[in-house]
Structure formats: structure tokens, C-alpha cells
Nanobody, 114 residues
Framework: QVQLVESGGGLVQAGGSLRLSCVAS????????MGWYRQAPGKQREMVAT??????TNYADSVKGRFTISSDRGKNTNLQMTNLKPEDTAVYYC?????????WGPGTQVTVSS
């Protein structure tokens, strides 16, 4: 089992920045993919960014050039968000894949005011 807890969400004005962090605990060995997803009201959950253990990254087109995913020691995951836009408002979820199972955090709210 892997437990994930996100932090760093909040209210920010458009153009501002936030840094989300996700701390993983439990059986963190053999985590091979870490990532962030988000879900806005009335919309489906969507991928924001992923980071594999080989260092490869994948970003949603809407956040490319503005968001950066990184990892501390291969288990804690960070998402640096800059030039935030109102459409970035959502609950952001940390996720990891360990072997073939996905684990999710409870989410953290990010609200961007115009």
C-alpha cells in the first residue's frame, strides 16, 4: 500500500504561482510513474503531468511551458505552477503507479482568480 498526501494548494491571482507537493509513504519501493491530475467542477479528471523513473515527462498541452513536475528522491512529487490562469482552477490529485496498481491522494484545491 502507498499513502499520498498533497499540499500547497490555495487561492492565487491570475499570473501567480503555486507549488504543489505530494509526500508518499508506505511501500514506496518500485514506484515507476508519478503524476498529477486535476478535476474541475463538472469536468472529467485529466492528466496534468507525469514523471517516469527514467526521467521522461509528459505534460498536458494546456500546461506546457507553465508547469514543471519534479521528484525528490524518487518518491515525493512536486508540481511547480507558474503563470496560472482561471482555467487552471481545479482539485489537483497526486498519483503514483507501483507495479500495476495506481494510488491517489485525496486532492488539494487550487483556485485562480481573474
Amino acid at each position: 500500500q502507498v499513502q499520498l498526501v498533497e499540499s500547497g494548494g490555495g487561492l492565487v491571482q491570475a499570473g501567480g504561482s503555486l507549488r504543489l507537493s505530494c509526500v508518499a509513504s508506505g511501500d514506496t519501493a518500485m514506484i515507476n510513474i508519478m503524476g498529477w491530475y486535476r478535476q474541475a467542477p463538472g469536468k472529467q479528471r485529466e492528466m496534468v503531468a507525469t514523471l517516469a523513473t527514467d526521467g521522461s515527462t509528459n505534460y498536458a498541452d494546456s500546461v506546457k511551458g507553465r508547469f514543471t513536475i519534479s521528484s525528490d528522491r524518487g518518491k515525493n512529487t512536486n508540481l511547480q505552477m507558474t503563470n496560472l490562469k482561471p482555467e487552471d482552477t481545479a482539485v489537483y490529485y497526486c498519483t503514483v503507479r507501483r507495479l500495476v496498481r495506481d494510488y491517489w491522494g485525496p486532492g488539494t484545491q487550487v483556485t485562480v482568480s481573474s
